[in-house]
């Protein structure tokens, strides 16, 4: 059983270093928006929040998808837009989060 709870916590620890290197991807130059004009359906629910823009990290650079739907946590959440950051050799994409 200890074993079993060990693995679980190793592959857990692995799992979380993977995606936190994943969001710290290094930009010299912070990749370009595409030239779309995303126009919002309508929400699935009324507590759906429509989420603007979005990054993620793909090998050395970042994709952009853009636009969709997200259902807040809790009531009263608010959604704290992500943004790009300097960094000392570039750019990091900070995902959008709740607050």
């Not at 200890?2 to 799992?15: C, D, H, T």
Request: positive net charge.
């Amino acid at each position: 059983m200890k074993a079993i709870i060990k693995s679980i916590i190793a592959g857990s620890l692995i799992a979380f270093a993977v995606m936190d290197s994943q969001a710290q991807v290094v930009v010299r130059v912070r990749p370009s928006r595409p030239k779309v004009v995303v126009v919002a359906p309508a929400p699935p629910s009324p507590r759906h929040v429509w989420v603007e823009e979005d990054w993620t990290p793909r090998g050395r650079s970042y994709v952009w998808h853009g636009g969709y739907y997200v259902e807040p946590p809790r009531p009263a959440a608010v959604w704290v837009p992500g943004h790009w950051a300097p960094r000392r050799h570039g750019y990091v994409w900070i995902r959008g989060h709740w607050r």
